[in-house]
């Protein structure tokens, strides 16, 4: 359960080499968060994150765990949730692809689209059916700007994130009043190896400042948290605009 503070005791993580979930757990540890779950793709990167978290006194265990194979997701997940409740689950799994590669071999847009949509629609109902069962707990997705509009130089990993964006908006209305709160995080461009070489967007931000805005947005149980804060204003004009001036817009 959450404290008096509203932290939450017990994390899982899906995605757990993520960079802005784990600086959203190591900002929750420092908060009194105690058990921590990395779900990922076995790899030394999972084991080393597992580690850090452990230094900084989390109990912190790793579980398997494939976007790109739901099939797995009701077992892997179900270990997790036997082994008592979660309070918050933070679903961080996502790739950004390559727009021009992946407009030339759409199998690999296909593998954008199936991990960043069509994984986190079945881990995010199978982690909500379990919160559901326990009668508490919070699913936070994070989502991304590139969702509210496509833009020519990212439109396959956009219409991925337009696609779970809706998904996690409409399952937060569908489990409204069962004591589980849903959250969608819209950042923008983050700093991270994700972005590495690329060039930065206006009002960029970091992975702490988004962890930072998790948790503002979890004590406040905001339905929709914007990284930074103005790019609400930003997007509002940006969703609006005819579609021919978009078009000559250098994005």
Same mark, same amino acid.
């Given at each position: 359960?959450?404290?008096?503070?509203?932290? %939450?005791?017990?994390?899982?993580?899906?995605?757990?080499?993520?960079?802005?979930?784990?600086?959203?757990?190591?900002?929750?540890?420092?908060?009194?968060?105690?058990?921590?779950?990395? $779900?990922?793709? %076995?790899?030394?990167?999972?084991?080393?994150?597992?580690?850090?978290?452990? @230094?900084? @006194? $989390?109990? /912190?265990?790793?579980?398997?765990?494939?976007?790109?194979?739901?099939?797995?997701?009701?077992?892997?997940?179900?270990?997790?949730?036997?082994?008592?409740?979660?309070?918050?689950?933070? &679903?961080?799994?996502?790739?950004?692809?390559?727009? *021009? =590669?992946?407009?030339?071999?759409? &199998?690999? !847009?296909?593998?954008? *689209?199936?991990?960043?949509?069509?994984?986190?629609?079945? !881990?995010?109902?199978?982690?909500?059916?379990?919160?559901? $069962?326990? @009668? =508490?707990?919070?699913?936070?997705?994070?989502?991304?700007?590139?969702?509210?509009?496509?833009?020519?130089?990212?439109?396959?990993?956009?219409?991925?994130?337009?696609? &779970?964006?809706?998904?996690?908006?409409?399952?937060?209305?569908?489990?409204? @009043?069962?004591?589980?709160?849903?959250?969608?995080?819209?950042?923008?461009? /983050?700093?991270?190896?994700?972005?590495?070489?690329?060039?930065?967007? %206006?009002?960029?931000?970091?992975?702490?400042?988004?962890?930072?805005?998790?948790?503002?947005?979890?004590?406040?149980?905001?339905?929709?948290?914007?990284?930074?804060?103005?790019?609400?204003?930003?997007?509002?004009?940006?969703?609006?605009?005819?579609?021919?001036?978009?078009?000559?817009? %250098?994005?």
């Amino acid at each position: 359960m959450k404290d008096a503070f509203g932290i %939450p005791q017990s994390l899982l993580v899906l995605g757990g080499t993520s960079e802005i979930a784990l600086a959203t757990a190591r900002r929750l540890v420092a908060r009194r968060t105690r058990t921590v779950w990395l $779900a990922g793709r %076995p790899s030394p990167a999972l084991d080393a994150a597992a580690e850090q978290l452990r @230094g900084l @006194g $989390a109990e /912190v265990r790793t579980v398997a765990f494939d976007a790109l194979d739901p099939e797995s997701h009701e077992a892997a997940l179900g270990k997790v949730f036997a082994e008592g409740d979660v309070d918050l689950v933070l &679903l961080a799994f996502g790739i950004l692809g390559d727009q *021009a =590669h992946d407009e030339r071999e759409p &199998l690999n !847009a296909v593998r954008v *689209a199936q991990t960043n949509y069509t994984g986190a629609v079945s !881990a995010g109902l199978v982690s909500a059916r379990a919160l559901q $069962a326990q @009668g =508490h707990g919070s699913l936070v997705v994070l989502s991304s700007v590139a969702g509210e509009r496509a833009r020519r130089a990212n439109f396959i990993y956009g219409s991925s994130k337009a696609g &779970l964006d809706a998904f996690a908006q409409g399952l937060g209305d569908a489990l409204h @009043g069962t004591g589980v709160h849903v959250m969608v995080v819209r950042p923008g461009f /983050v700093r991270s190896r994700m972005t590495a070489g690329m060039e930065e967007a %206006p009002l960029a931000t970091t992975p702490e400042a988004v962890a930072t805005a998790i948790e503002l947005g979890l004590r406040r149980r905001s339905e929709t948290v914007w990284v930074p804060g103005a790019l609400r204003v930003v997007m509002s004009a940006v969703r609006h605009l005819p579609r021919t001036l978009f078009r000559r817009l %250098p994005v």
